[in-house]
């Protein structure tokens, strides 16, 4: 049975009093609770950049909202479906850009943007000619046919961002895609995701444990803290640079703890 | 020095180096033919027969059906056994990776087959089966079984769960999961899976029509040995071998084939 789609009222993604525990108490092992009591709304549009030091639990509420983990306790829902019990029905709705690019290595860089495509059963000439045109808005002309080892990992980074831009996914979720490039090619690979997203109106979450990240990525930032919940919830350009200045340093504690 | 690496990739320089490469691959083999040859001059023809005798006998078993029909049924219990033992050893292997229950059931049972000899098979077929083809087909059923089973099982228990986690995120049917990301992950280790196996399948199919046939390559060395025709004994044997190196670069060609994209280092190891 199909799950009711959601009310033009409801928040895109929905986390309510969502815990997550790894391990089996009941048996004797040691639990670990990642994420505790986390409630979060995100609505249509919204660029969200989630704070948090590193394995304060942002990967694990990431997983819950893709659909690849489920909450111990709490409701998950995405466009008003639990994305791991109606994984299918979410499908083409939303699209990952994963920390590393996970490019499949038998692919050349158009047969990789082209698998989210695929899979969605788009006709072979549409996939083409979109997987060719995202490499192009990407900056990667003329590299359709190279194999990821044969490319940089700015431009397998790039590839990834064409894969998830290439489905026409309304959700974006990024777990610290550019954390793992350098400076200037994370800048400006940044710069240019932000105008794509934007210009695209997608819903985009985006992990990251970088202050200056989330203050240029995010129109909301989201502090958590360790085990994931809430610490702060802000929208640095409505609450001015004075008053995000104020809270720099809280925010630099939490990730410091 | 520049000059001299310009020089190297002359065309001349290109052709040198396919060349020189067959020459160091044939080089042992003339060495073998020419010390065996050799021998031929010095021992009896029982021991050491002339290579030209044979070549004559290779060529006599190709030219005369009733003698190729032989060589063909064996060349098709090899591979009869080896689909039969792929395809059962791939059911096996994906519901032992399902399931740790079934791969704590089912490795325990594939190890001890493991342990048991193939001529120990080969016995057990004999008493069990009448029919020869039977017989042939189970040997090299459960000979290959674990092998196979624990190729396939170990292949995809190697699928990067990063990448399966990705093709996962567009939440593809099974179908779609299967041609994205699980053959092509596991089809490098499967042809090397054949490789191996067809190697031990020619070696225990021998054994299987030693034994248990009244026909194939392995009832005709029997033949052979009885009348102590060396020749003859080393022309059937050839027909397996040429059959291994066929069937070898027929694999290394879909090798070629899928696997073109894996990255090579220009520094030889």
Request: glycine residues 8%; aromatic residues 10%.
């Amino acid at each position: 049975m199909n799950a009711p789609a959601a009310s033009p009222s409801e928040p895109e993604i929905h986390l309510g009093h969502v815990t997550k525990t790894f391990g089996r108490p009941r048996r004797g092992a040691e639990s670990f609770t990642a994420v505790d009591d986390l409630v979060l709304d995100i609505a249509q549009g919204d660029m969200v950049a989630i704070l948090g030091k590193t394995g304060c639990g942002k990967s694990t509420m990431f997983n819950m909202i893709a659909g690849l983990l489920a909450p111990s306790a709490g409701t998950v829902r995405v466009q008003g479906r639990d994305p791991f019990r109606h994984f299918n029905e979410l499908r083409g709705k939303i699209a990952i850009v994963f920390q590393n690019d996970r490019l499949l290595p038998w692919r050349t860089a158009i047969g990789n943007v082209e698998l989210g495509l695929e899979i969605l059963d788009v006709a072979p000439r549409q996939r083409h000619d979109t997987a060719r045109y995202w490499l192009s808005r990407l900056g990667l002309g003329g590299h359709e046919n190279d194999y990821p080892h044969m490319l940089s990992g700015g431009m397998r980074q790039r590839v990834s961002i064409a894969r998830a831009f290439a489905t026409d996914a309304t959700i974006l979720l990024c777990d610290e895609p550019f954390s793992s490039l350098d400076e200037i090619t994370g800048q400006r690979l940044r710069t240019e995701f932000a105008n794509l997203v934007r210009e695209n109106g997608k819903t985009a979450v985006f992990i990251t444990h970088s202050i200056d990240e989330a203050l240029q990525i995010g129109e909301r930032v989201v502090v958590l803290r360790r085990p994931a919940k809430i610490a702060y919830d802000v929208r640095p350009r409505e609450v001015g640079p004075q008053a995000w200045e104020a809270i720099r340093p809280n925010i630099r504690g939490i990730l410091s703890e | 020095m520049v000059e001299e690496l310009a020089k190297d990739k002359t065309p001349h320089g290109a052709f040198a180096q396919p060349a020189r490469r067959l020459i160091e691959a044939a080089a042992p083999f003339v060495l073998l033919a020419a010390c065996w040859q050799l021998g031929s001059l010095f021992f009896p023809k029982y021991l050491f027969p002339s290579l030209v005798d044979v070549l004559w006998h290779t060529l006599d078993i190709f030219a005369t059906w009733s003698q190729l029909a032989e060589v063909l049924a064996t060349f098709a219990r090899i591979l009869g056994g080896l689909v039969g033992a792929f395809v059962i050893g791939g059911v096996l292997a994906t519901l032992m990776a399902r399931s740790p229950p079934v791969d704590r059931f089912l490795a325990p049972i594939l190890n001890f087959f493991q342990g048991i000899p193939a001529l120990s098979w080969v016995v057990f077929a004999v008493i069990w089966f009448h029919g020869i083809e039977l017989r042939i087909f189970f040997i090299m059923i459960v000979t290959s079984l674990p092998a196979f089973t624990f190729q396939v099982l170990g292949a995809l228990r190697a699928i990067s769960k990063d990448l399966a986690e990705m093709v996962l995120s567009f939440r593809p049917t099974r179908r779609k999961m299967f041609s994205a990301l699980i053959l092509p992950s596991i089809v490098g280790d499967i042809l090397t899976a054949w490789k191996v196996n067809l190697g031990n399948a020619s070696r225990v199919v021998v054994v299987a029509e030693l034994v248990g046939a009244t026909g194939g390559i392995g009832y005709e060395l029997l033949q052979q040995q009885q009348i102590f025709d060396m020749a003859g004994a080393l022309a059937w044997t050839l027909q397996l071998v040429f059959f291994v190196l066929i069937v070898q670069r027929i694999v290394t060609m879909l090798e070629n084939r899928f696997l073109h994209y894996r990255a090579v280092s220009e520094r030889t190891f």
